[in-house]
């Protein structure tokens, strides 16, 4: 397994993936004669991320395994993207021509979407999209995955949340760098107690969500996937070039996020045991991802709790608040009740 690749070399392959198979031939019909089970239709909304082609190609390209029990991608609706995120208006033609490449039917409005489809990706790569996007789906019944960062606030993934439990609709958000090799091994006890742990990764800030939302989050998720929930406070150091969070758990463990906006980009961790200390820094790619989001397609199951996520956010949030106070330690808990009654004023 190779060493996490940077954010642009992941993008390029993940792209060249889903036009590679486009090369093969015109496939925009391969599942227009109901070749695809009941209940496995997948759809997708947002076409303005590389994390598109890369399912898609897993799930409808020519190296398709039984991990993904038959599901397809059927149709896909692009969103007309967000004019003042170049990440996501510059992508979206390429993105949704690699997709339609691999026999996907582009449609022209969530609506539309869902008379097609079983389960939905809500894979939107702006996160204030993503309230107003999930919506629909939660009100039409479907099971969703809601790719980072679940929303653009800690209060909007609280009604996002509210709805599913409303609509009884399950739904989850993750990263794949929860899956980093060795976190397994560690969750089912390989070194003992795990009393800190220290990741690190890219944390490129994009201006129209809180520091840590937009790439901090997969270092921030994997730190929760090693520490688990239970932080009570947040204290940031922030420079140009580089971020220290560092949360101090309700059991009296550390755990940190060093964000960094030089180098390679590369993520990883070090986890601190009663029993040993483990690095790690191999890809998990993205497939031990899809295959938990087929899992959860199946059963219904969430891998990830609604909570533990909410608490992700409210990690990341008390980083912002922290970063403008100076780097004083800023409570979860507070930041918590404040997004609660924010959340209380959306209407849905």
Not at 120 to 128: F, M
Request: charged share 25%; glycine share 12%.
């Amino acid at each position: 397994m190779q060493n996490y690749l940077n954010r642009r070399d992941f993008v390029r392959k993940a792209t060249m993936g889903g036009v590679g198979f486009g090369l093969l031939g015109n496939a925009t019909s391969l599942f227009a004669n109901g070749s695809v089970a009941a209940g496995k239709r997948v759809g997708i909304i947002g076409l303005d991320t590389s994390h598109v082609t890369a399912v898609t190609n897993s799930l409808n390209g020519p190296n398709v395994t039984a991990n993904w029990g038959g599901y397809k991608v059927v149709a896909a609706y692009p969103t007309k993207g967000s004019a003042d995120m170049k990440e996501s208006i510059g992508r979206l033609a390429g993105f949704t021509d690699a997709v339609k490449a691999l026999g996907v039917e582009i449609v022209d409005s969530i609506e539309d979407l869902l008379t097609k489809v079983d389960v939905v990706l809500l894979e939107s790569v702006d996160g204030r999209r993503h309230l107003a996007e999930a919506l629909p789906v939660l009100k039409a019944g479907k099971r969703m995955f809601i790719d980072k960062p679940i929303a653009s606030s800690l209060a909007d993934a609280m009604v996002i949340f509210d709805a599913a439990k409303k609509y009884n609709v399950p739904i989850f958000s993750a990263s794949s760098l929860r899956y980093i090799p060795g976190a397994k091994e560690i969750a089912e006890g390989k070194i003992g107690t795990v009393h800190g742990a220290d990741t690190y990764g890219n944390c490129y800030i994009e201006p129209h969500h809180p520091d840590l939302f937009y790439y901090g989050i997969h270092g921030v998720e994997m730190l929760y996937a090693l520490m688990g929930t239970g932080c009570k406070s947040v204290a940031r150091t922030h420079i140009n070039n580089s971020d220290l969070a560092v949360g101090t758990w309700k059991d009296d463990r550390i755990g940190t996020f060093r964000g960094t906006r030089f180098g390679t980009g590369k993520m990883g961790a070090t986890v601190f045991g009663e029993k040993g200390i483990e690095v790690l820094d191999k890809s998990p790619g993205y497939d031990p991802l899809w295959v938990k989001i087929i899992a959860f397609f199946d059963t219904g199951i969430v891998p990830v709790t609604p909570e533990e996520t909410l608490e992700t956010l409210a990690f990341m949030e008390a980083a912002d608040e922290s970063k403008i106070k100076g780097g004083i330690p800023v409570n979860l808990e507070t930041v918590m009740e404040r997004a609660k009654k924010k959340s209380r004023s959306i209407r849905y």
